[in-house]
């Protein structure tokens, strides 16, 4: 059974202060995603990676950074937190490489409510 | 315009009505088409995944494409009150630029009421 699994449920920041957010998964998946999710705007993707140290900006990159130093664990980190990056974060993992990556399931974490005032 | 355009709801039934659930796109790279299930506080599960216009059941739902229109739907019969959640349908690109992308509706939220 896949698990994919991030470090907090709810979380508390501070304008400016910097944001580790972790997930980890546990299915050897090659690939792995952060989105942020808002009303009314679906999820957006903010970074993948498709292998080790490997990055990939999204669609809204803009204030953020990832880390993925191993395959089983993908950082989203918020350099200086912002009130416009509230939100629901949700991290995700998938199998598969070259063409056959259009042939998994996705699988999401629980996400991560984060709250900056 | 966004790729993928899903009716923001929100929707309220009666428990044992069919619902119906869509969404548009725009873009003819999109070959695979799902419908995700999100209860309130949790992440998304998949519930459909289908690459072929046409129907495809599978007990109470069925999901349903049509390439030609760019247009997907999700049919729920005899819904229940444990139907109430966020549902998304998402689209993968597998062609381009984006090949292996994701792209998500904003989701609606059902409610189903005893």
């Known amino acids: 059974d896949v698990k994919v699994t991030q470090s907090s449920r709810y979380l508390v920041k501070r304008t400016g202060e910097k944001v580790f957010l972790e997930c980890v998964q546990d299915?050897?998946?090659?690939?792995m995603f952060w989105y942020r999710q808002d009303p009314g705007l679906g999820l957006r993707l903010i970074y993948f990676?498709?292998?080790?140290?490997?990055?990939e900006k999204g669609d809204i990159p803009e204030g953020y950074s990832v880390s993925r130093e191993k395959k089983e664990r993908f950082s989203l980190i918020l350099e200086s937190a912002s009130t416009n990056q509230t939100s629901m974060y949700l991290c995700?993992?998938?199998?598969?490489?070259?063409?056959?990556?259009?042939?998994?399931?996705?699988?999401f974490g629980p996400g991560t409510r984060l709250t900056v005032t | 315009q966004k790729e993928v355009e899903q009716d923001p709801g929100p929707l309220s039934v009666p428990e044992g009505a069919i619902v119906s659930l869509n969404c548009t796109y725009s873009?003819?790279?999109?070959?695979?088409f799902m419908w995700y299930r999100q209860y309130s506080r949790k992440g998304p599960e998949l519930l459909m995944y289908?690459?072929?216009?046409g129907n495809k059941e599978d007990g109470r739902f069925t999901a349903q494409v049509d390439k030609s229109s760019k247009y997907i739907s999700l049919f729920i019969r005899d819904s229940q009150p444990s139907d109430s959640a966020t549902y998304l349908c998402?689209?993968?690109?597998?062609?381009?630029?984006?090949?292996?992308?994701?792209?998500f509706g904003q989701g609606t939220i059902l409610t189903v009421h005893p």
């Open positions: 995700a993992s998938r199998s598969g490489t070259g063409s056959q990556l259009v042939r998994y399931e996705q699988y």
């Open positions: 299915m050897d998946h090659e690939n």
């Open positions: 990676s498709y292998d080790v140290k490997m990055k």
């Open positions: 873009n003819s790279a999109f070959q695979y």
């Open positions: 289908t690459y072929s216009s």
């Open positions: 998402a689209i993968l690109a597998a062609g381009g630029t984006s090949y292996g992308k994701l792209t």
